[in-house]
């Protein structure tokens, strides 16, 4: 045996290509392409909305996708990929609960091409694209399945560009001021637009507890829409009901399109300093920011489509519309009045980190026409507060806090009546 070893290559890569060859031969050892991409992570994300499922590699991977109809499949291929335990045990990623994928299985297709196949429970709206290495992620592959007939209301507006009808109220009772009743009558609900922050693929702040912001955001959110409906001359819409990405422009495209009086991004950050703690309100600015932690943390946030994984090539116009149309003091000054009334009353509970609105370039405050801010209910890096923010009891107490900060604001700032709808 020694012999024919001696007949290899001197050069020591060769040599082993050649011996795990041999090996294969006489131990049935399958062999491994060594120039190959490794999958090293295969992660699922799904909701009504959308499902993601997300291929994470040590290499770029090149691919080609199809469908097959009768029954529905989208086939991907990845071409020079590696097999291994990943892609080996990637039926298991799928629960029974996803809304679009009934199976999923993955095979070597041919030398060197390995095919990935997606049985369908419905006919999809399927999106597939790589990103680059971004933060913790190596190279990635996402595939996007939106339903072909979106059950998601907002979603559905996207596709097809209409405004959804606005909801008259009936006349209410309310105080002036004054300790006095008065009869106030509006024509239409105010439409809050509730935006928590992060999700999926994103998950934003993760604290030493392992809370993750995205689940904290959620769970506010949730809570305030609750509270927002049962008031009789309001409505609450979410960007996300569930965990997973939307891109920041999105955010502000679907507030847009229900025609959103007020929006309202949650987070809870971190900072590079664990005992920073208290809660912050931010509004857009169309200059510098009015501190060095809310420049950060603007570029902390507006670095969510990169980490959550957007499909950078697609051109929206309502997006290119909403991010161009800057033109909007008098916005920001609403902003402004409105981050002021949050503050006051989240000041109630919670510490405040500074006591007036800061100001920076956050991509998701861009809506030209709706008064917007971004609320830091606390810091999920210091622990202190990472256990308020994990208590079900405290995210209450928030959501409480946010609904009487909207409800002060619009008391001196009720919107105008809207007898023609603005469309998009």
Known sequence: ?????????????????????????????????FAGSAVVAVRVWPAKAYTRITLEANA?????????PDPERLVVDLEGADWGEELSNIAGRIGTEDPYVKQLRAGRFKPGTVRVVLDLKTEVRPQVFALEPFGEYQHRLVIDLYPAKSEDPLLALLQDGK??????????????????????????????????????EDPGAVGKGGTYEKTVTLAIGKKLKSLIDKEPNMRAVLTRDDDYFVPLGQRVVKARKV???????????????????????????????????????????????????????????HLAKTLLDLTQTATINDSLKLGKAMLTAIGEINRLHKPHVEQAGFAVLKAPDIPSV????????????????????????????????????????????????AQS
């Open 163 to 200: 405004a959804p009808p606005q909801p008259a109220s009936k006349p209410q009772k309310v105080e002036n001021g004054r300790g006095e009743a008065e009869e106030l009558k509006v024509d239409r609900l105010v439409t809050i637009a509730i935006d928590p922050g992060h999700g999926g």
């Open 60 to 68: 770029p991977l090149q691919f080609k996708h199809f469908t097959v």
């Open 374 to 421: 971004l609320v830091e209910t606390a810091f999920i890096s210091n622990p202190e507060e990472e256990k308020k923010l994990a208590d079900e009891a405290y995210q209450t107490k928030m959501a409480e806090s946010l609904l009487a900060g909207i409800k002060r604001y619009l008391s001196k700032n009720p919107p105008l009546a809207r007898n023609k709808l």
């Open 259 to 317: 025609n959103a009086d007020l929006f309202m991004s949650i987070h809870a950050d971190a900072f590079v300093r664990p005992d920073a703690n208290g809660s912050s309100v931010f509004a857009l600015s169309e200059g510098s920011a009015t501190s060095t932690a809310a420049k950060w943390l603007a570029k902390t946030q507006n670095e969510s489509d990169l980490i959550g994984g957007v499909r950078l090539d697609v051109k929206d116009p």
């Open 1 to 33: 045996m020694s012999r024919k070893f001696d007949r290899f290559p001197a050069d020591p890569k060769r040599r082993l290509i050649l011996q795990g060859a041999v090996a294969s031969l006489l131990f049935g050892i399958a062999p491994r392409a």
